[in-house]
């Protein structure tokens, strides 16, 4: 793993409890060391603040996308808008936790980016890891409400149109894709896509349903993701 925190006391004990609980971490401060290392010994999974001198986070990340790394990004950040958060899946993080944060949640979150790209069977490093998903069948495509996802190649259409999304956003979108025309709880989205539920004052699953729906809405087309207040979401055509 890839710890890069300008902020020294933060940086020194995400280390120390992360060491803890079994992974191994290279500590950067800024966002060249983070670049430099990831080039040199490139991480299955990235920490990174947003908030850094010189390079950012968020441009560390725009990097290693455009380079086509696809290792699982952890953003951490004081930014609490939704504008700010948007932002960082737009570079191209997978997912993010905001400051103050309880460690609890880093660990839980980053069992999930790893449980999403670890082998099945193979634990997704550090104590605690739930078993991994079971494994796509290869060259098997799931489609719905005009919606066609590849899921070996991991690429997907709107019609003719492919979109750009990260790995949160697939897999959300097969999610509901799977279970089109079904209102999925806000529960059962935490748990199948994060492996932990955050509870009803996260922000998190709006943001990226959110996000989802910018990249999928077309001039003159129906809207596909609907919200049922009070319950969660759902796919389908009007």
Known sequence: MLLAEDDRAIRHALERALTLEGYEVTAVADGVEALAQAHKTPPDVLVLD???????????????????????????????????????????????????????????????????????????????DAPAKEPHIPDRQVEAAGIRMDLQARRVWRGTREL???????????????????????????????????????????????????????????QLIHTVRGVGYVLRED
């Open 164 to 222: 750009e999304l990260t790995r949160t956003e697939f897999e959300l979108l097969e999610l509901l894709v799977r279970n089109a025309g079904i209102v999925l709880d806000h529960s059962t989205i935490y748990d199948r896509i994060w492996g932990y539920d955050f509870g009803p004052g996260s922000k998190n699953l709006a943001v990226y349903v959110g996000y989802l729906r910018r990249k999928l809405d077309e001039p003159g087309a129906s």
């Open 50 to 128: 947003v908030m850094m001198p010189g390079i950012d986070g968020l441009q560390v990340c725009r990097v290693l996308r455009a380079e086509g790394d696809r290792t699982p990004i952890l953003m951490l950040t004081a930014l609490v808008e939704t504008a700010d958060r948007i932002a960082g899946l737009d570079a191209g993080a997978d997912d993010y936790v905001v400051k103050p944060f309880d460690v609890e949640e880093v660990f839980a979150r980053l069992r999930a980016l790893l449980r999403r790209t670890s082998p099945v069977g193979v634990g997704a490093g550090g104590a605690g």
